[in-house]
């Protein structure tokens, strides 16, 4: 015989009836807790990739038709509204040379604000 719990229903508060595992007086409020937990987090998940997005559009405006990589200055990589905060992934060298992604383009950090700004070479499908 399971036991009876009566406890507040974590959506609107009543009093939730039945077993002790129980959260929600109904599915009505069981439904409209999740999603607004799951709008709460695709708004955050939309903000980083909107970030992500722009990063990538910006690395690949500086980098030249054809080519796979450029010097440029930090200072300008900000001026177009990159941040630093964000992306994909890093890729550390064997020499310690440690390249940060956003997507396939990224920059590998030099002396005095200069960045070397890259294409990653697609990967062969496998």
């Known amino acids: 015989m399971l036991t009876q719990s009566t406890t507040a229903c974590r959506q609107c508060g009543k009093t ?24 709460r987090l695709s708004k955050t998940v ?9 990063n990538r559009k910006i690395l690949e405006a500086f980098l030249p038709p054809g080519g796979d990589t450029i010097k440029t200055t930090r200072d300008k990589l900000l001026g177009q509204g990159f941040s630093f ?13 440690n390249y940060v992604y956003c ?13 070397l700004l890259v294409r990653r070479q697609e990967e062969a499908a496998g």
Not at 17 to 34: I, L, P
Not at 46 to 54: F, M, S, Y
Not at 85 to 97: I, V
């Open 16 to 39: 939730v009836k039945g077993r002790t595992d129980k959260r929600f007086c109904d599915d009505y409020c069981r439904s409209a807790f999740n999603n607004q937990l799951k709008t």
């Open 46 to 54: 939309k903000a980083v990739n909107a970030v992500l997005l722009k």
């Open 85 to 97: 905060t964000y992306h994909t992934h890093s890729y550390l060298t064997k020499t310690g040379k």
């Open 103 to 115: 997507y396939e383009y990224g920059y590998l950090s030099l002396d005095n604000n200069w960045l």
